[in-house]
């Protein structure tokens, strides 16, 4: 590799370095930068985005993943504090924690960056045509193109693979089209190097690929594809627009089969023994997207089994069950061949009652596990890191985003397989670590960010602009965009309209933001998708054109029109012109609005003291933050004093214990045990909360934020005769008989566990995670004290996910036997002289087994602790609907509440594993510091306010507002409702109760919805 001179980037010991641009590299990256601190964020590929940039929507909330991520490339690529270096690896670390030199390689686009303006012109004049590997090589690219549409940076690279020039100088047909001289065919391999006091890893993962095994057809039979490739079949950004095409012919597959588990769960060469926790959910969003696609298709999903364990997971799955024409069928497959003329696939699978049966099927998809990252060795070399046995990082459970070398965090799949909430968790996690490490840099290298001054444009006539978006296919596909723009300039106020394939990247924004200082506009209409994910980046893009942001409007032809009008293709156009057409009317009538900056107390309040509330506490208390502890029971500790040893065998009681000791040891903690929150007022940056202690006492915090981690409990059983007979026990009672030598579990000689006890049933439709873990660890305790003893495990599905199953395999090799019934064939217990009779359907002999137990063991549910509403409603936040806390959004703010300031952690959340306990526990305390840290939070300009004259003080505003943000004042006028406008959330609700209209809401007047309802009917 040639070489320039070594360069010095602008970078210090206070800087982080962040490696990996996926969904966790991303959010670190913003949540360092928001704590205070300088970010690199490198990565190797020529975008950010990762494998998630490659996928169509999420689960459970049918989010669009560009959606989710590219509001987050925006910010990144405007904060002045996050430095982007794509195409760019490690080369070699050296020094320690607090003080790393990096040396850093940029491998050549052969486009020169500043002046690229992802015109592809290039692109269209290219003769080299390739297998795009962003689209899994379902279509053709080019030899210079674009990463993928909504990439950033939005820059064209050349592949010097396939180039002609590169490979045998015969063609400069690029270099001569570019009218901006972009292209430079004679770059060279950059190097320079950074100083940074910590390091991030977040390189994510790779997919497993059939081919090398010749796995099920994968790559001789066409019309089998991987999840992967029917993500790219999905989506409307990919080789067909979001039609799903078979690749033999293009035409629409109307059977569809899915296999399970394709290089995961196998100890088979070449396999990976571990399960890779997220491809039975993202395969029944699959089935549910197909099916929204054709709802005349038919779906097989061929299985073992469902491991549903997220939250919301199992109804998730069930809504997928209960989808007209989907069978999931338990069962191993083989692909037997295809036909040569139809290129139809015939899989040969075996059912309980049915024997060996033999399908044909359209289109095979093959739900591929997660691999680790490609290049891990040699990046755990680089870096001085361990791996796992499985080629992960190697991470302590005690704190699962430590590495081997200190001051190297890993955030994201690195980890281990994991889902996108637990990959963003760990990522805010790994900022609490490293703002601990680098406190002392805290806001020393970090730049405020600068907007232009902002005009006034209170005397203009409304010169509005209208945008409409492609959103790709996601709208173009179904709605006439060029009709509908042409329209839109047609309307009254509109003096420029425009359209773009996808608003929200990075290159678009930017051009909306100029199309508005050039064109004067002093309004703004965005026809696009949902305003939930984007109206802060639009209202930001706003700002960064010196217009206020409120000047803006969002029209949802997405979800409002296309999605739910997609086989009505001109209605669906004129629909899109009636809700643009309204929208412009209301922002005819939008007035400027002001935020509002507010000042921060620095304190914290941590509800729980837990395992989870501990470990938050104390990272806060680290970084500088006074910490008030507070914790209903008498002692610390939670739930997890009744849990003394895991699966990977870290002693539980020993690592509660020492985080005990540095709790009540650390002079910025105030522990309050013996206590409960009797009342809370205020706002984010000020809350005042009162707390009940021992003997009646009440006692006033003040605070900034507020972190949630009350824990939960587990569910006493009504059933299986617990509590009648004393040989039956739960989980948690026989983990205690067996660390205590108990003389009935020694004695034992036959032993019956029954999982799924109190949970995924009518009433708590939940699973509750971590039961199957529990139950294989404390059979493998006993296996290990008494190889003789009896054990069976009677199960609906096996959820031991990620690196559990290794163990899960080991039971079974230990003669420990698993057993599986149906929920409406449940196992009957009874007495039967001095022990037990259980009888159970096994559905392999087909016929009911009798087991002879001294002890059965109960896996009961994990449920809500109590007094979780009350503490809901004295903090407005939302719990769902098995009464866990409801987070902000589950893939996007998955510690956050809607409540500012107000953060969640651990089994209040959902029932969790201690080391996701402890992911969560500090990326509460790396969210929590984000505001900590700072001297001002800003709140909403869009909330209510109250005309005192026409106020009669009925009180009925009052009443109606669920955050406490209204209340009396006295006047000269007498008694006067009146708003506190940083704890208005904006809903509205008090408008419609008002019987005198006294009360109003900014942004939404009666001028701008009456306006907007006039027009609905031209």
């Known amino acids: 590799m040639a070489n320039r001179p070594a360069a010095r980037h602008s970078a210090d010991k206070g800087d982080v370095l962040v490696v990996g641009g996926g969904i966790s590299g991303i959010q670190a990256s913003l949540d360092l930068a928001d704590s205070g601190f300088r970010v690199f964020l490198v990565d190797k590929s020529p975008a950010l985005g990762g494998k998630m940039a490659q996928l169509d929507k999420t689960f459970p909330t049918n989010d669009c993943s560009m959606c989710i991520e590219s509001p987050k490339f925006i910010e990144c690529s405007r904060n002045p504090n996050i430095e ?342 760990t990522a805010s996690g790994a900022d609490a670590l490293c703002g601990k490490l680098l406190n002392h840099r805290r806001h020393r290298l970090s730049r405020e960010r600068v907007y232009p001054p902002e005009r006034d444009v209170s005397q203009e006539e409304p010169r509005i602009g209208v945008v409409v978006c492609h959103c790709g296919a996601n709208i173009g596909r179904v709605v006439d965009i060029p009709a509908v723009v042409e329209y839109a300039a047609t309307l009254e106020h509109v003096t420029w309209a425009g359209e773009n394939l996808f608003a929200c990247s990075t290159e678009n924004a930017k051009q909306i933001s100029d199309a508005i200082v050039e064109k004067g506009l002093n309004r703004l209409v965005l026809a696009a998708c949902t305003p939930r994910t984007h109206e802060p980046l639009f209202r930001d893009t706003c700002r960064e054109a010196g217009l206020n942001p409120y000047f803006f409007e969002f029209a949802n032809i997405r979800e409002h029109c296309s999605w739910v009008h997609s086989k009505e293709k001109e209605n669906a156009t004129e629909k899109a012109k009636d809700i643009i057409r309204m929208s412009v009317a209301r922002a005819a009538h939008l007035e400027a609005l002001q935020e509002f900056e507010l000042p921060v107390d620095k304190r914290a309040l941590v509800i729980g003291g837990g395992l989870a509330g501990m470990t938050s506490a104390l990272n806060m208390a680290e970084q500088g933050y006074e910490i008030y502890l507070v914790e209903r029971d008498s002692d610390l500790g939670g739930m997890a004093r009744n849990i003394y040893y895991t699966l990977e065998g870290m002693d539980v009681q020993a690592h509660l214990q020492e985080l005990i000791r540095k709790v009540y040891r650390n002079p910025r903690i105030h522990v309050a045990t013996d206590a409960s929150i009797r009342d809370v007022t205020g706002y984010i940056g000020n809350f005042e909360t009162t707390i009940e202690r021992e003997g009646g006492r009440l006692q006033t915090i003040r605070h900034g934020i507020a972190v949630v981690a009350t824990g939960a409990e587990q569910h006493r059983p009504d059933e299986y005769l617990y509590g009648e007979n004393e040989r039956v026990l739960t989980q948690l009672e026989l983990e205690k008989e067996i660390v205590t030598d108990s003389d009935r579990v020694n004695a034992a000689g036959s032993l019956v566990m029954i999982q799924c006890v109190g949970c995924r049933e009518e009433g708590r439709n939940y699973c509750s995670r971590v039961c199957c873990g529990q139950a294989v660890k404390n059979a493998l305790k006993l296996k290990e004290r008494n190889p003789e003893i009896d054990i069976h495990i009677l199960y609906r599905d096996m959820r031991t996910y990620g690196f559990k199953e290794d163990h899960y395999r080991r039971a079974a090799e230990l003669d420990i036997k698993f057993i599986r019934f149906e929920p409406d064939n449940k196992p009957q217990v009874e007495a039967a002289g001095n022990g037990l009779k259980i009888t159970v359907p096994d559905p392999v002999l087909g016929q009911r087994l009798e087991l002879e137990a001294d002890l059965l063991v109960l896996s009961a549910a994990i449920v809500p602790a109590k007094g979780s509403r009350e503490l809901a409603r004295l903090f407005k936040v939302s719990m769902n609907p098995d009464g866990f806390f409801q987070e902000a959004h589950v893939k996007l703010r998955p510690v956050d509440f809607a409540a500012d300031g107000v953060f969640l952690c651990g089994t209040a959340q959902y029932p969790k594993h201690i080391h996701e306990t402890i992911n969560q526990a500090y990326g509460a305390a790396g969210r929590a510091v984000s505001i900590l840290s700072g001297d001002s939070v800003t709140a909403s300009g869009a909330v209510c306010d109250v005309n005192e004259y026409a106020c009669i003080s009925c009180g009925a505003c009052i009443s109606a507002c669920t955050y406490d943000a209204i209340s009396f004042h006295q006047t000269p006028q007498g008694k006067k409702a009146r708003v506190e406008p940083v704890l208005c959330k904006g809903d509205g609700l008090c408008n419609a109760k008002c019987p005198t209209g006294a009360i109003y809401l900014k942004h939404y007047t009666d001028d701008e919805i009456i306006a907007q309802i006039d027009e609905a009917i031209p």
């Open 84 to 425: 982007i270096l794509t195409y760019t690896e490690v080369e070699r670390v050296e020094g320690e924690a607090g003080d790393f030199r990096v040396t850093l390689s940029k491998k050549p686009r052969y486009i020169v960056e500043e002046k690229c303006t992802g015109c592809n012109i290039c692109v269209d004049y290219c003769p080299v045509e390739i297998p795009d590997p962003f689209n899994q090589g379902l279509s053709t690219n080019k030899a210079v193109h674009i990463h993928f549409s909504q990439a950033v940076p939005l820059v064209t690279y050349v592949d010097p693979e396939t180039c002609l020039y590169l490979k045998e100088e015969k063609c400069q047909i690029c270099v001569g089209v570019c009218k901006t001289r972009a292209i430079d065919l004679h770059q060279k391999p950059e190097q320079f190097e950074v100083e940074v006091g910590a390091i991030l890893l977040s390189p994510g993962y790779d997919t497993f690929d059939p081919k090398l095994r010749n796995d099920f057809g994968y790559g001789r039979m066409e019309n089998v594809v991987t999840s992967l490739d029917f993500e790219r079949l999905l989506c409307s950004t990919g080789p067909f627009e979001g039609e799903v095409l078979r690749p033999s012919d293009l035409t629409h597959p109307k059977k569809i089969a899915w296999i399970q588990c394709v290089g995961s769960r196998q100890v088979i060469p070449g396999g990976n023994s571990y399960c890779s926790a997220v491809c039975c959910t993202y395969t029944q969003k699959q089935v549910i997207l197909a099916k929204d696609h054709d709802s005349g298709l038919d779906a097989t999903i061929f299985h073992n089994d469902i491991r549903a364990f997220g939250k919301d997971f199992e109804r998730f799955y069930q809504r997928a069950e209960k989808l007209e024409d989907v069978r999931f069928i338990r069962s191993y497959v083989t692909v037997v061949r295809e036909d040569p003329k139809t290129k139809n696939v015939t899989i040969r699978y075996s059912t309980f009652d049915g024997g060996v049966k033999e399908e044909e099927f359209e289109l095979v998809v093959l739900s591929v596990g997660l691999n680790p990252p490609a290049g891990n060795k040699e990046l755990a070399q680089k870096f001085g890191i361990e791996l796992n046995e499985h080629g992960f990082c190697r991470t302590d459970p005690r704190n699962p985003i430590l590495t081997s070398r200190k001051g190297v965090f890993v955030s994201g799949a690195f980890q281990g397989p994991m889902d996108i909430p637990e990959a963003v968790v």
